[in-house]
């Protein structure tokens, strides 16, 4: 059990960041509906264990490429709250100027890979970061993440079968939510789990409850320790509900309401805090303490993002090309 | 000098480049043991091995993509798609993430990837294997667009695109492939973003590019006997696309045609004409004429392809139109 080696630092560090993930969204989305922000939010409430259990893993030789609903990763992975939310704003201080949004932002310094608008579109380019890792030599791993709605795709499939058929170390990170915007998972596919998807492309598939921050541990901290050793890709299935609509702007009409609130009583904010306080890991006061330094660097973020400047015209035709 | 065949060329291009860094390597379907799918990549698996020559899957938009994520990784990738129709596949890659990354950067991060791809019709291959794919790739600003029309330019282009820091699409046309000039001897580039006059003369500028340079010069040939003293212009670069060379053949003869092979509407023809005429317009003695394929899927029989082509013919024919007006 690799969750065994987790000391209180690292139980501090998940619960850290996974409220971190959860108020900068609850703030995102009250500031986005007040008109303040310019970045299409689609909220990762509810589904932030994934990225957290998963990203607290990647070290420095590791790289993520992180989908729309998982913010956690890029917090894990180095990048500031402080840019992420002047991305969200639209401003200067930003990601590349305002060039790009903070939801596909990249970074390769930081191993952070730029995503793709393009459902799925991000999945060949993790299996070339795989490849360039390979080629340098190094113990590191890349990981994608992606919803269910991406394995309809068939970039899916193409970087699934490439990456296993050259034993790159790249971990697919499904968030089964269970939606693909607004079709259900019965509209997308005939199977029951996606992970059994990986025995077609010769790749183990797993399936572990997403709303439970240390299975997700568990299982990534495997499929790493598999792909650190050159036993190539893992596909894993974090299963999750999504609480919101698809986007901010949207209502989420489409939904039976009480359905939608009972999957809040399966929140992995709380399944951790139960876990944390039953076996005296952490006690209430250091939960509160955590939570405010939280709040504090998502407040101080915000603060940043309103003070600071608009992009200035002027670069808009700059760096097309190097 | 020596003399060597478009294939030649560019084999040798990617072998020199694969010598000189290390962070070089070939992907593409069937290139290793197969060669190629036109017997470009032939002996280069026995000389540097699997890891630099790289067999995939059937798998265009892996091919690409990975590519993206290699070069973003450092390496200088020489991607190939077996037929530039294929592109399609590999054109969410293309258009998403090779042309974006860089902008999407703010310029802090390099995207060293060349897309080799061989286009054109003439040979019988039927519809879904003959496009000519350029102006589909012409407008997304990010990438570079390099057309050769011989063996010299392409032996040093393709040097200058593996070279180059932003991703270069290598449009090769597959009737060039056994097409012999002189190539020099030892280390050269040809710069990215430079037009040629390959032929000077007064009467008129043919603009071309790719294989329709061959016809072009034909044209001019015949034209010469008739008295219609034609200059060519070979394009070389759609992206970035030097203006002011062919600007200036045009400022010299007044009137201008532009031959591709490319079906005439919404072709490159289009773009090179309203620059020219921006750039030249009060030297224009005539409308700026275009020659390009019908307006049709490349059509397989022979006859009805040879019909459906840009030809010698078609050339002379529009020239004469132009110049006797």
Same mark, same amino acid.
């Given at each position: 059990?690799?969750?065994?080696?987790?000391?209180?630092?690292?139980?501090?560090?998940?619960?850290?960041?996974?409220?971190?993930?959860?108020?900068?969204?609850?703030?995102?989305?009250?500031?986005?509906?007040?008109?303040?922000?310019?970045?299409?939010?689609?909220?990762?409430?509810?589904?932030? &264990?994934?990225? /957290? *259990?998963? =990203? +607290?893993?990647?070290?420095?030789?590791?790289? %993520?490429?992180?989908?729309?609903?998982?913010? #956690?990763?890029?917090?894990?992975?180095?990048?500031?709250?402080?840019?992420?939310?002047?991305?969200?704003?639209?401003?200067?201080?930003?990601?590349?100027?305002?060039?790009?949004?903070?939801?596909?932002?990249?970074?390769?310094?930081?191993?952070?890979?730029?995503?793709?608008?393009?459902?799925?579109?991000?999945?060949?380019? &993790?299996?070339? /970061? *795989?490849? =360039? +890792?390979?080629?340098?030599?190094?113990?590191? %791993?890349?990981?994608?993440?992606?919803?269910? #709605?991406?394995?309809?795709?068939?970039?899916?499939?193409?970087?699934?079968?490439?990456?296993?058929?050259?034993?790159?170390?790249?971990?697919?990170?499904?968030?089964?939510?269970?939606?693909?915007?607004?079709?259900?998972?019965?509209?997308?596919?005939?199977?029951?789990?996606?992970?059994?998807?990986?025995?077609?492309?010769?790749?183990?598939? /797993?399936?572990?409850?997403?709303?439970?921050?240390?299975?997700?541990?568990?299982?990534?901290?495997?499929?790493?320790?598999?792909?650190?050793?050159?036993?190539?890709?893992?596909?894993?299935?974090?299963?999750?509900?999504?609480?919101?609509?698809?986007?901010?702007?949207?209502?989420?009409?489409?939904?039976?309401?009480?359905?939608?609130?009972?999957?809040?009583?399966?929140?992995?904010?709380?399944?951790?805090?139960?876990?944390?306080?039953?076996?005296?890991?952490?006690?209430?006061?250091?939960?509160?303490?955590?939570?405010?330094?939280?709040?504090?660097?998502?407040?101080?973020?915000?603060?940043?993002?309103?003070?600071?400047?608009?992009?200035?015209?002027?670069?808009?035709?700059?760096?097309?090309?190097? | 000098?020596?003399?060597?065949?478009?294939?030649?060329?560019?084999?040798?291009?990617?072998?020199?480049?694969?010598?000189?860094?290390?962070?070089?390597?070939?992907?593409?379907?069937?290139?290793?043991?197969?060669?190629?799918?036109?017997?470009?990549?032939?002996?280069?698996?026995?000389?540097?091995?699997?890891?630099?020559?790289?067999?995939?899957?059937?798998?265009?938009?892996?091919?690409?993509?990975?590519?993206?994520?290699?070069?973003?990784?450092?390496?200088?990738?020489?991607?190939?798609?077996?037929?530039?129709?294929?592109?399609?596949?590999?054109?969410?890659?293309?258009?998403?993430?090779?042309?974006?990354?860089?902008?999407?950067?703010?310029?802090?991060?390099?995207?060293?990837?060349?897309?080799?791809?061989?286009?054109?019709?003439?040979?019988?291959?039927?519809?879904?294997?003959?496009?000519?794919?350029?102006?589909?790739?012409?407008?997304?600003?990010?990438?570079?667009?390099?057309?050769?029309?011989?063996?010299?330019?392409?032996?040093?282009?393709?040097?200058?695109?593996?070279?180059?820091?932003?991703?270069?699409?290598?449009?090769?046309?597959?009737?060039?492939?056994?097409?012999?000039?002189?190539?020099?001897?030892?280390?050269?580039?040809?710069?990215?973003?430079?037009?040629?006059?390959?032929?000077?003369?007064?009467?008129?500028?043919?603009?071309?590019?790719?294989?329709?340079?061959?016809?072009?010069?034909?044209?001019?040939?015949?034209?010469?006997?008739?008295?219609?003293?034609?200059?060519?212009?070979?394009?070389?670069?759609?992206?970035?696309?030097?203006?002011?060379?062919?600007?200036?053949?045009?400022?010299?003869?007044?009137?201008?045609?532009?031959?591709?092979?490319?079906?005439?509407?919404?072709?490159?023809?289009?773009?090179?004409?309203?620059?020219?005429?921006?750039?030249?317009?009060?030297?224009?003695?005539?409308?700026?004429?275009?020659?390009?394929?019908?307006?049709?899927?490349?059509?397989?029989?022979?006859?009805?392809?040879?019909?459906?082509?840009?030809?010698?013919?078609?050339?002379?024919?529009?020239?004469?139109?132009?110049?006797?007006?």
């Amino acid at each position: 059990m690799y969750v065994e080696k987790l000391n209180p630092k690292d139980y501090e560090k998940l619960y850290y960041y996974l409220y971190l993930t959860r108020y900068a969204d609850e703030l995102i989305c009250k500031n986005y509906k007040q008109g303040m922000l310019q970045e299409s939010h689609h909220s990762c409430q509810g589904e932030e &264990a994934i990225a /957290v *259990g998963s =990203g +607290i893993l990647l070290g420095k030789d590791d790289y %993520v490429c992180p989908s729309l609903r998982a913010r #956690g990763y890029f917090y894990l992975k180095g990048a500031t709250l402080k840019e992420m939310m002047a991305g969200m704003y639209g401003k200067v201080t930003g990601p590349s100027r305002g060039k790009n949004t903070s939801h596909h932002m990249g970074d390769m310094d930081r191993g952070i890979v730029c995503g793709s608008g393009i459902i799925g579109g991000a999945l060949p380019v &993790a299996v070339g /970061v *795989g490849l =360039g +890792i390979k080629k340098r030599g190094s113990k590191g %791993v890349v990981l994608v993440s992606f919803g269910d #709605g991406s394995t309809s795709r068939g970039d899916f499939h193409e970087a699934m079968n490439l990456a296993a058929v050259w034993k790159l170390p790249v971990l697919f990170v499904c968030e089964n939510n269970r939606m693909a915007m607004g079709n259900t998972i019965e509209g997308e596919m005939a199977i029951d789990r996606v992970a059994i998807r990986a025995d077609a492309y010769g790749m183990p598939g /797993v399936t572990a409850n997403g709303n439970d921050v240390l299975a997700v541990y568990e299982a990534t901290a495997a499929a790493i320790e598999r792909a650190r050793k050159g036993g190539g890709p893992t596909l894993l299935e974090f299963t999750t509900h999504r609480w919101t609509g698809h986007g901010v702007k949207d209502a989420d009409a489409y939904r039976d309401r009480a359905v939608v609130e009972s999957y809040k009583q399966d929140c992995p904010l709380d399944n951790f805090r139960k876990v944390l306080l039953a076996k005296g890991i952490l006690k209430k006061r250091d939960l509160d303490r955590i939570e405010k330094a939280a709040m504090k660097e998502v407040d101080d973020a915000v603060e940043y993002a309103v003070q600071s400047d608009h992009p200035p015209v002027d670069i808009v035709a700059t760096n097309v090309y190097v | 000098m020596t003399i060597l065949s478009v294939r030649q060329a560019i084999r040798e291009a990617m072998r020199e480049e694969l010598l000189r860094d290390d962070k070089v390597f070939l992907i593409g379907e069937s290139l290793g043991p197969y060669g190629g799918s036109f017997k470009l990549t032939e002996g280069l698996l026995a000389e540097f091995g699997p890891e630099k020559i790289m067999d995939t899957p059937l798998s265009e938009s892996a091919i690409v993509g990975c590519s993206v994520g290699a070069a973003m990784m450092g390496f200088r990738p020489i991607a190939e798609l077996m037929f530039a129709d294929f592109v399609t596949i590999g054109m969410d890659q293309l258009v998403n993430n090779a042309a974006k990354m860089i902008y999407l950067h703010d310029g802090a991060l390099p995207l060293p990837l060349v897309l080799r791809m061989p286009e054109g019709g003439g040979a019988t291959m039927g519809p879904h294997h003959s496009q000519c794919v350029e102006s589909w790739i012409l407008n997304i600003p990010g990438l570079k667009i390099v057309l050769p029309s011989n063996a010299h330019d392409a032996k040093g282009l393709l040097k200058s695109a593996v070279r180059d820091d932003n991703p270069v699409v290598f449009i090769e046309h597959k009737l060039l492939y056994n097409e012999k000039g002189e190539v020099p001897e030892g280390e050269y580039t040809v710069p990215i973003g430079k037009a040629k006059v390959v032929r000077e003369g007064k009467d008129i500028s043919i603009i071309s590019y790719s294989y329709m340079v061959k016809k072009s010069l034909e044209a001019a040939d015949i034209l010469a006997k008739e008295g219609i003293d034609a200059e060519v212009v070979d394009v070389r670069t759609l992206r970035p696309l030097d203006v002011e060379t062919l600007a200036e053949s045009v400022r010299k003869t007044e009137k201008a045609v532009i031959v591709h092979e490319a079906p005439v509407t919404g072709g490159a023809g289009g773009e090179i004409a309203a620059v020219l005429q921006e750039a030249a317009f009060d030297y224009l003695d005539a409308p700026i004429g275009r020659v390009g394929a019908l307006e049709t899927p490349v059509p397989y029989s022979y006859t009805l392809e040879q019909a459906y082509l840009p030809n010698t013919q078609k050339i002379v024919d529009k020239v004469k139109q132009l110049v006797t007006r």
